[in-house]
T-cell receptor
Framework: GAGVSQSPRYKVTKRGQDVALRCDPI?????LYWYRQALGQGPEFLTY????????KSGLPNDRFSAERPEGSISTLTIQRTEQRDSAMYRC?????????????FGPGTRLTVL | AQTVTQSQPEMSVQEAETVTLSCTYD???????LFWYKQPPSRQMILVIR??????QNATENRFSVNFQKAAKSFSLKISDSQLGDAAMYFC????????????FGEGTQLTVNP
């Protein structure tokens, strides 16, 4: 595709429900990143994939958060038993090779609101 | 762990004037990359400029340039001939060269451009 796409763009859920956020990276991009951005703050790194391998999940806040990228393309970030503090913008980014100099192209984000 | 600090929550500039946004970072690494991202009201994340730490020459991209002071761990962004379209939140970001996983972002600087 032309850019990174994410769905849904907005998600409102009730506390305790599970949510799944989808990221479709730029075609052919090897690396995929998930970030969380609270209002008025910079994005915070969550996890990183190289192809289908999750190579860094040090930023996931707790075990309610998980991510997968089974075929090395589309990725899903899942939050189980959501809490109000999980409300934020969740952003996905992809880069062509994962090199440190590579530009990370960001998607439009999914705005998650937990009531 | 690396940290990035942007000490100016808000800045304003007159159209056609020059403005400098500040960024400092803390790291024990010698090789890394620094970035400035722009987030307009649409909340997209757009790469403005990047700098390799091993290069002494400051990066420039049209009206955007950086002042990279490695010893001082400072990485400021200068915007020349400011335009109304430059109004946005600007984020400084750090990325390690040894473990190039995610970006570490600062808190952001909200730039207003006055006509």
């Amino acid at each position: 595709g032309a850019g990174v796409s994410q769905s849904p763009r907005y998600k409102v859920t009730k506390r305790g429900q599970d949510v799944a956020l989808r990221c479709d990276p730029i075609s052919g991009h090897v690396s995929l990143y998930w970030y969380r951005q609270a209002l008025g703050q910079g994005p915070e790194f969550l996890t990183y994939f190289n192809y289908e391998a999750q190579q860094d999940k040090s930023g996931l806040p707790n075990d309610r958060f998980s991510a997968e990228r089974p075929e090395g393309s589309i990725s899903t970030l899942t939050i189980q038993r959501t809490e109000q503090r999980d409300s934020a913008m969740y952003r996905c980014a992809s880069s062509s090779s994962g090199g440190a100099m590579d530009t990370q192209y960001f998607g439009p984000g999914t705005r998650l609101t937990v009531l | 762990a690396q940290t990035v600090t942007q000490s100016q929550p808000e800045m304003s500039v007159q159209e056609a004037e020059t403005v400098t946004l500040s960024c400092t970072y803390d790291t024990s690494e010698s090789d890394y990359y620094l970035f400035w991202y722009k987030q307009p009201p649409s909340r997209q994340m757009i790469l403005v400029i990047r700098q390799e730490a091993y290069k002494q020459q400051n990066a420039t991209e049209n009206r955007f340039s950086v002042n990279f002071q490695k010893a001082a761990k400072s990485f400021s962004l200068k915007i020349s001939d400011s335009q109304l379209g430059d109004a946005a939140m600007y984020f400084c970001a750090y990325r390690s060269a040894q473990k190039p996983w995610g970006l570490t972002f600062g808190e952001g600087t909200q730039l207003t451009v006055n006509p």
